[in-house]
């Protein structure tokens, strides 16, 4: 039986080893954006949806109307401020904190990463800044923290509400399209449409976290399967009893509701520990009660 020093030590390296992966993975991510608006967003004059698109909006209504250069930082940060606080309190201080993070280090790489534009056609920028734009934001969802702004309202709503809202706010962000279009012409408004859209599908095929599926796992050790499950997941469990009708032996089945993502851990797992175990996935659309997403608390 392990100490209560020894399971204190396992738990501090795990939470170091989280902390790491949410900084590497969040970092990398923001590095990604800031690339993507200097070589891409910018060379289209797009305006890439959320606080990033208001953000730019702001300073080409500034260079343009006023002659003034605003830069990326002090503005986002402003931005950002309400979504922070309403986050810290109804999300959770650990992810909030690492998210704030994230959006300096997003807005200061922004700032400092040279603008290198890969090709000026319009349509590929579009097509491929939507294409990375999803891969940074995935990358920072997917470490357990996210790119701030309208990504705090996603969060939200799949950690309260089990509801995935990436579609709500792409048309959410018609808004800034509307204005931009109004103020620079609808061009580039509407092939910001296209960059949206390929950013929100990208987020979808690379996070699949939001996605739930149900495991029914037929055992003859349902001790240890859920075990498994707990460690992996943080989830519960229910154990069910059924008797096999060709062997009329009494099995376990254990019940339980996982992310898609954990599923392919568990499962690997649990074959590993029983290889006579049996595995049903059944694809999860709606369920009601308590969620544990561990990288949001």
């Known amino acids: 039986m392990k ?3 020894e399971t204190c030590d396992q738990k501090l390296k795990s939470d170091v080893k989280k902390e790491i992966k949410i900084l590497i993975f969040g970092l990398i991510g923001a590095l990604i954006m800031a690339v993507n608006i200097k070589s891409f967003v910018h ?18 209504i500034f260079e343009n109307f006023f002659g003034i250069a605003l830069p990326f930082t002090p503005i986002s940060l402003i931005l950002n401020a309400v979504p922070v606080a ?39 920028i579009s097509i491929f800044g939507g294409i990375v734009n999803g891969i940074a934001v995935s990358l920072c969802l997917i ?3 996210s790119t701030g702004g309208t990504d705090f309202i996603a969060v939200f709503f799949m950690e309260k509400k089990n509801t995935d809202v ?13 204005i931009a279009g109004i103020l620079f012409g609808w061009d580039k408004a509407l092939y910001s449409i296209i960059f949206q859209f390929t950013s929100t599908q990208m987020i979808h095929l690379l996070y699949q976290t939001h996605n739930k599926v149900t495991l ?47 599923a392919k851990v568990v499962i690997r797992q649990v074959l590993e520990s029983d290889p006579h175990a049996f595995v049903n996935v059944v694809k999860t659309d709606m369920f009601t009660g308590r969620f544990y997403m561990d990288d949001i608390h």
Request: net charge negative.
């Open 43 to 60: 060379a289209g004059g797009l305006y890439p949806g959320g606080f990033n698109g208001v953000t730019l909006l702001l300073q080409s």
């Open 166 to 178: 990436f579609n709500y706010i792409l048309l959410g962000n018609a808004i800034v399209l509307i």
């Open 86 to 124: 309403v986050s810290f309190l109804a999300i959770g201080k650990r992810f909030t904190v690492n998210t704030t993070v994230i959006i300096v280090a997003t807005s200061i790489f922004t700032d400092i990463v040279p603008a290198i534009p890969i090709t000026h056609d319009i349509l590929l």
């Open 143 to 145: 470490g357990g923290t």
């Open 3 to 5: 100490s209560k020093n």
């Open 216 to 262: 029914f796992v037929v055992t003859d050790h349902p001790e240890r399967v859920y075990e498994i499950i707990r460690e992996v997941t943080h989830h519960s469990a229910t154990e069910l009893t059924a008797t096999g009708m060709y062997s009329q032996q009494e099995r376990g089945i254990i019940y339980s509701i996982v992310s898609r993502t954990e």
